[in-house]
Nanobody, 119 residues
Framework: QVQLVESGGGLVQAGGSLRLSCAAS????????MAWYRQAPGKQRELVAL???????NYTDSVKGRFTISRDNSKNTLSLQMNSLKPEDTAVYYC?????????????WGQGTQVTVSS
């Protein structure tokens, strides 16, 4: 059993910053890509940022230059530094990881953390 636990969400004013963290635990052999997704009310879940095990990073256009994704492979953790936050960043943010346990690699999701940006 593998668990992803997010932390760091909250309420912030526009222009402010938050840092999200995600910790993976359980039966983990290795973790391939890790990512942050978000889902705003009434909208589909969207990819925010992704980082591969070798450090290749991709961001969705709307967060480029404002968000920074990072990971610590030795600790199986993932972070998202969010600066210059906008009201449209308001959403539930989910950690996602492609976790290899034994011979199987499967996508694993955290429970989500709420980020609310007030104008």
């Amino acid at each position: 059993q593998v668990q992803l636990v997010e932390s760091g969400g909250g309420l912030v004013q526009a222009g402010g910053s938050l840092r999200l963290s995600c910790a993976a635990s359980g039966s983990i052999f290795s973790i391939n890509s890790m990512a942050w997704y978000r889902q705003a009310p009434g909208k589909q879940r969207e990819l925010v940022a992704l980082i591969t095990s070798s450090g290749i990073i991709n961001y969705t256009d709307s967060v480029k230059g404002r968000f920074t994704i990072s990971r610590d492979n030795s600790k199986n953790t993932l972070s998202l530094q969010m600066n210059s936050l906008k009201p449209e960043d308001t959403a539930v943010y989910y950690c996602n990881a492609a976790v290899k346990s034994g011979v199987i690699t499967k996508p694993t999701w955290g429970q989500g953390t709420q980020v609310t940006v007030s104008s």
